[in-house]
């Protein structure tokens, strides 16, 4: 199970990175983040809804009501123009981190 403070810290971007794909609903995030994890990141609605809350407040989501293909109502999410700018960045921040940890453990890799 990975660190609630890296799943937190996490959270945004991969919102963003799945609604980029298509207008999507809570349940089914929360489930596809799970499956794109093989189940080591393992979201809650209380985790998520504040997520999804926070964007939406930001303007950089748009959330409405739809009727689903089982007829049942559903708050669709779908990211908007300032969503994609804030995805551009946070993936330019996350791309830092992970090249730099990537660096750092082929030196230790190489040291041992």
């Not at 810290?9 to 990175?17: F, K």
């Not at 930001?58 to 109502?73: C, L, N």
Request: charged share 25%.
């Amino acid at each position: 199970m990975l660190k609630k403070e890296l799943v937190a810290a996490s959270a945004e971007p991969l919102v963003l990175s799945l609604l980029n794909q298509g207008d999507s609903y809570g349940y089914a995030i929360i489930q596809a983040i799970k499956q794109l994890s093989d189940d080591r990141i393992q979201w809650s609605d209380g985790m998520l809804y504040p997520v999804l809350h926070r964007l939406e407040k930001r303007g950089q989501i748009r959330a409405r009501w739809r009727v689903s293909e089982t007829g049942r109502r559903r708050k669709y999410y779908s990211i908007r123009k300032s969503g994609r700018a804030a995805l551009a960045s946070m993936k330019e921040q996350w791309l830092v981190v992970h090249e730099t940890l990537v660096q750092l453990w082929r030196l230790e890799h190489a040291q041992s």
